[in-house]
T-cell receptor
Framework: GAVVSQHPSRVICKSGTSVKIECRSL??????MFWYRQFPKQSLMLMAT?????????EQGVEKDKFLINHASLTLSTLTVTSAHPEDSSFYIC??????????FGQGTRLTVV | GDSVTQMEGPVTLSEEAFLTINCTYT??????LFWYVQYPGEGLQLLLK?????DKGSNKGFEATYRKETTSFHLEKGSVQVSDSAVYFC???????????FGGGTRVLVKP
């Protein structure tokens, strides 16, 4: 299947700082990318959907000013957690799909805010 | 809205035992159904899928049949291995390739 690479796999940051997570499609053009969040021992919750070149569509309850999503190219989307707080600590996973492909998942990023 | 319900874990089994994880769904249309597996510390991997009623998805010895009449997509494997220890997620998508709605996940632990 297609490869989606997410970086970094783990990151620890201090409260109040911002963290950027990258999601790259390595062998296909990702017209749409999805960002999910997974709390410990819980399921994945969709945060937002982004189409290349357009503003992201956020799910209800997700703060768009806190979780900045950029999808400027067909192979890269970024999620920036701004002014991070300990409650933002979580596992973030992206998935990407092309025009006629299913969605493929990245490896995930475990964010710890201290 | 759409929802997916799957049995809570953890499920603890011995090697070579039979595994069943129940999954039921509610959806407005005719969704595609998926099972994803998440190994410790990793992201999700698609295990199998079915796109229409009575389809059977299969992979790595796992099977699941799309049952429209019971709105179910139960996952089965006849003989599990220690390497099958993971968290399994049932999911649906109303539009192929679109956002997924996940169940709560079922942790499976296979002991030697």
């Amino acid at each position: 299947g297609a490869v989606v690479s997410q970086h970094p796999s783990r990151v620890i940051c201090k409260s109040g700082t911002s963290v950027k997570i990258e999601c790259r499609s390595l062998d296909f053009q990702a017209t749409t990318m999805f960002w999910y969040r997974q709390f410990p021992k819980q399921s994945l919750m969709l945060m937002a959907t982004s189409n290349e070149g357009s503003k992201a569509t956020y799910e209800q309850g997700v703060e768009k000013d806190k979780f900045l999503i950029n999808h400027a190219s067909l192979t890269l989307s970024t999620l920036t957690v701004t002014s991070a707080h300990p409650e933002d600590s979580s596992f973030y996973i992206c998935s990407a799909r092309g025009v006629s492909t299913e969605a493929f998942f990245g490896q995930g990023t475990r964010l710890t805010v201290v | 809205g759409d929802s997916v319900t799957q049995m809570e874990g953890p499920v603890t089994l011995s090697e070579e035992a039979f595994l069943t994880i129940n999954c039921t769904y509610t959806a407005t249309g005719y969704p595609s159904l998926f099972w994803y597996v998440q190994y410790p510390g990793e992201g999700l991997q698609l295990l199998l899928k079915a796109t229409k009623a009575d389809d059977k998805g299969s992979n790595k010895g796992f099977e699941a049949t799309y049952r429209k009449e019971t709105t179910s997509f139960h996952l089965e494997k006849g003989s599990v291995q220690v390497s099958d220890s993971a968290v399994y997620f049932c999911a649906l998508s109303e539009i192929p390739g679109n956002k997924l709605t996940f169940g709560g996940g079922t942790r499976v632990l296979v002991k030697p």
